[in-house]
């Protein structure tokens, strides 16, 4: 086995975002060295890489086969001991996160842009997972970013030609063992430890009926084995189950906007019990009852209400986590219940230290991310089984859940603005002004309402200290309304903004968000100015 010292000069843009190093697929796919140079500056920044066992696979979108052999060629370069690789370079980002905590690898390469289109023209990424299975913290991705401005080489083995990534098996490549694994198996068994498979398997068998929705995603092989095969879903329960490099031409994001055929049958009119849709790489989930949709800041609420109905989670929630732009409906759940309620940053990577430490057993993202301990990655098909669990024990009926929650605890009304692909220059300028402007903005009023609070979102991680500013400027109302802004730091195309907008209340509980929060999106818009500084007039998606 030759390795190859390959010289290699920097690409300047190889900074890991909110969540890995995202970009154009032709931008990985035309650019020398460009995935390379990124997997070597990770692994020099991990060290130690000899011997030790890494994860790999992804979402198998268009270009993650050549990506995956090339990953692996460096891996191989590097002297890696092991390299687990998920059967047709397959791994759901929550599988990968499972399988370098029960193999007790160094850390995992999930090959994704999660929700964002695939294909030649759409999107491709590389994001860096750690040994607690979680994805690469802050500090350690500032180092990988500092290190992709001055790597000078790579090393490259080369891969046997008949090395067959699609079959199962075991083989030894130079110094490293290739291991091709079923990715689903260790999953489904972790799956299988913290549910009541039995009592989710009555409800699927008595008639509830119910769609998983894959889009083509990774997700289909999981959802078939794990509903279908295990938990005796009728055969067809998972639709669009295989994954396609192109994802069949969609968008796979689970929101109502790209799913509006499941949403139309289900909650328009009220064809199944319940449907779920996970995105490209598994990790989000969007759950929809009959007749009703279940805004995912409600999710983790409900979630972590109803947390003794699984029994992995019964007695055990101490504390709870939800990034900062999500709803405060958990808040209300936190302090029922006395736990402790952490407000992070967006981003799952913020979530790991306090996992880590035992402070939080379940956290969330408005961004149809839920998780818990069992992992450090947000879980789609994990949230689907918890709401299985809950409506076993509640007759199967989601709206009805939803609507004893909000007698309980009132309800917060939510949802997000986004304006893609707007002017960075623009976004930039909206953000530094109304950072400027904002210890005069308490005590003016908008629309009638007097704005209490305006603060730009700082945070240090109670565990490691770390430190982690501007991230995102939130403004609090006098009837205790929120608008939240801030730049999505997952694009690949120009800038978005996402406006965020929530309020308490405990009347009138089946308005939908739009009619609660008009006049919050008016104060919104008063502050943002979309036309004149975007030229829109209204938001390109509202989820
Ligand atoms: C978006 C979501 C965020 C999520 C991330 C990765 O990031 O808003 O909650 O963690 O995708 O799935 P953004 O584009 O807003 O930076
Ligand atoms: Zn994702």
Same mark, same amino acid.
């Given at each position: 086995?030759?390795?190859?010292?390959?010289?290699?000069? %920097?690409?300047?843009?190889?900074?890991?975002?909110?969540?890995?190093?995202?970009?154009?697929? *032709?931008?990985?796919?035309?650019?020398?060295?460009?995935?390379?140079?990124?997997?070597?500056?990770?692994?020099?920044?991990?060290?130690?890489?000899?011997?030790?066992?890494?994860?790999?696979?992804?979402?198998?979108?268009?270009?993650?086969?050549?990506?995956?052999?090339?990953?692996?060629?460096?891996?191989?370069?590097?002297?890696?001991?092991?390299?687990?690789?998920?059967?047709?370079?397959?791994?759901?980002?929550?599988?990968?996160?499972?399988?370098?905590?029960?193999?007790?690898?160094?850390?995992?390469?999930?090959?994704?842009?999660?929700?964002?289109?695939?294909?030649?023209?759409?999107?491709?990424?590389?994001?860096?997972?750690?040994?607690?299975?979680?994805?690469?913290?802050?500090?350690?991705?500032?180092?990988?970013?500092?290190?992709? *401005?001055?790597?000078?080489?790579?090393?490259?083995?080369?891969?046997?030609?008949?090395?067959?990534?699609?079959?199962?098996?075991?083989?030894?490549?130079?110094?490293?063992?290739?291991?091709?694994?079923?990715?689903?198996?260790?999953?489904?068994?972790?799956?299988?430890?913290?549910?009541?498979?039995?009592?989710?398997?009555?409800?699927?068998?008595?008639?509830?009926?119910?769609?998983?929705?894959?889009?083509?995603?990774?997700?289909?092989?999981?959802?078939?084995?794990?509903?279908?095969?295990?938990?005796?879903?009728?055969?067809?329960?998972?639709?669009?189950?295989?994954?396609? %490099?192109?994802?069949?031409?969609?968008?796979?994001?689970?929101?109502?906007?790209?799913?509006?055929?499941?949403?139309?049958?289900?909650?328009?009119?009220?064809?199944?019990?319940?449907?779920?849709?996970?995105?490209?790489?598994?990790?989000?989930?969007?759950?929809?009852?009959?007749?009703?949709?279940?805004?995912?800041?409600?999710?983790?609420?409900?979630?972590?209400?109803?947390?003794?109905?699984?029994?992995?989670?019964?007695?055990?929630?101490?504390?709870?986590?939800?990034?900062?732009?999500?709803?405060?409906?958990?808040?209300?759940?936190?302090?029922?219940?006395?736990?402790?309620?952490?407000?992070?940053?967006?981003?799952?990577?913020?979530?790991?230290?306090?996992?880590?430490?035992?402070?939080?057993?379940?956290?969330?993202?408005?961004?149809?991310?839920?998780?818990?301990?069992?992992?450090?990655?947000?879980?789609?098909?994990?949230?689907?089984?918890?709401?299985?669990?809950?409506?076993?024990?509640?007759? +199967?009926?989601?709206?009805?859940?939803?609507?004893?929650?909000?007698?309980?605890?009132?309800?917060?009304?939510?949802?997000?603005?986004?304006?893609?692909?707007?002017?960075?220059?623009?976004?930039?300028?909206?953000?530094?002004?109304?950072?400027?402007?904002?210890?005069?903005?308490?005590?003016?009023?908008?629309?009638?309402?007097?704005?209490?609070?305006?603060?730009?979102?700082?945070?240090?991680?109670?565990?490691?200290?770390?430190?982690?500013?501007?991230?995102?400027?939130?403004?609090?109302?006098?009837?205790?309304?929120?608008?939240?802004?801030?730049?999505?730091?997952?694009?690949?195309? +120009?800038?978005?903004?996402?406006?965020?907008?929530?309020?308490?209340?405990?009347?009138?509980?089946? *308005?939908?968000?739009?009619?609660?929060?008009?006049?919050?999106?008016?104060?919104?818009?008063?502050?943002?100015?979309?036309?004149?500084?975007?030229?829109?007039?209204?938001?390109?998606?509202?989820?």
């Amino acid at each position: 086995m030759e390795i190859r010292t390959v010289a290699t000069v %920097p690409w300047d843009d190889q900074r890991p975002g909110t969540s890995g190093l995202r970009k154009k697929t *032709r931008v990985f796919a035309g650019r020398p060295h460009y995935v390379e140079n990124f997997v070597q500056s990770v692994l020099d920044v991990v060290g130690e890489v000899a011997g030790a066992t890494f994860v790999l696979g992804g979402d198998g979108r268009h270009f993650a086969d050549e990506a995956l052999r090339r990953t692996l060629a460096v891996l191989v370069g590097n002297r890696a001991g092991r390299v687990i690789v998920g059967e047709r370079g397959l791994f759901s980002t929550p599988a990968v996160s499972c399988v370098i905590r029960r193999r007790g690898a160094r850390g995992g390469f999930v090959l994704t842009a999660s929700h964002n289109p695939g294909g030649p023209d759409g999107d491709f990424g590389i994001k860096y997972n750690v040994g607690n299975g979680g994805p690469a913290p802050e500090s350690l991705t500032r180092r990988i970013h500092a290190r992709t *401005r001055e790597i000078r080489r790579y090393f490259l083995a080369e891969l046997p030609p008949d090395l067959d990534l699609a079959r199962r098996g075991t083989r030894r490549v130079g110094e490293t063992v290739v291991e091709v694994v079923d990715p689903v198996a260790d999953y489904a068994e972790m799956l299988e430890g913290l549910f009541d498979f039995a009592a989710i398997r009555r409800l699927l068998e008595g008639g509830f009926r119910m769609a998983f929705d894959a889009l083509h995603g990774v997700t289909g092989p999981y959802a078939r084995h794990v509903l279908e095969a295990r938990l005796g879903a009728p055969p067809g329960t998972v639709r669009r189950g295989d994954p396609r %490099p192109d994802f069949g031409g969609l968008h796979p994001d689970p929101n109502p906007t790209r799913c509006r055929e499941l949403v139309r049958e289900v909650v328009e009119e009220g064809r199944l019990d319940f449907a779920a849709a996970c995105d490209g790489d598994g990790d989000r989930a969007m759950i929809l009852g009959r007749g009703i949709f279940v805004s995912p800041c409600d999710g983790i609420a409900v979630l972590a209400d109803r947390a003794d109905l699984a029994p992995g989670y019964r007695g055990r929630i101490r504390g709870v986590a939800r990034s900062m732009p999500t709803s405060r409906a958990l808040d209300r759940v936190a302090a029922a219940r006395g736990w402790d309620l952490y407000e992070t940053p967006t981003g799952w990577k913020f979530f790991g230290s306090l996992l880590d430490a035992g402070r939080i057993q379940i956290c969330g993202e408005e961004s149809f991310g839920i998780g818990s301990d069992h992992l450090r990655e947000k879980d789609g098909l994990w949230a689907v089984l918890f709401w299985l669990q809950i409506l076993a024990a509640g007759g +199967g009926d989601v709206a009805g859940v939803l609507r004893a929650h909000w007698r309980r605890y009132g309800r917060d009304w939510f949802t997000r603005h986004d304006y893609e692909g707007v002017d960075p220059a623009a976004a930039t300028a909206l953000v530094e002004e109304l950072r400027g402007r904002l210890s005069g903005l308490p005590g003016t009023v908008w629309g009638g309402v007097r704005l209490v609070r305006a603060e730009d979102f700082a945070y240090r991680d109670p565990v490691t200290g770390e430190e982690a500013v501007h991230q995102g400027l939130r403004f609090l109302f006098a009837d205790d309304s929120r608008i939240t802004l801030r730049l999505s730091g997952t694009g690949t195309e +120009g800038a978005t903004l996402r406006v965020y907008l929530e309020r308490h209340g405990r009347e009138d509980l089946d *308005r939908p968000p739009a009619t609660a929060l008009a006049a919050v999106a008016a104060r919104a818009r008063a502050l943002v100015e979309p036309r004149r500084r975007f030229g829109r007039d209204a938001p390109d998606v509202v989820t």
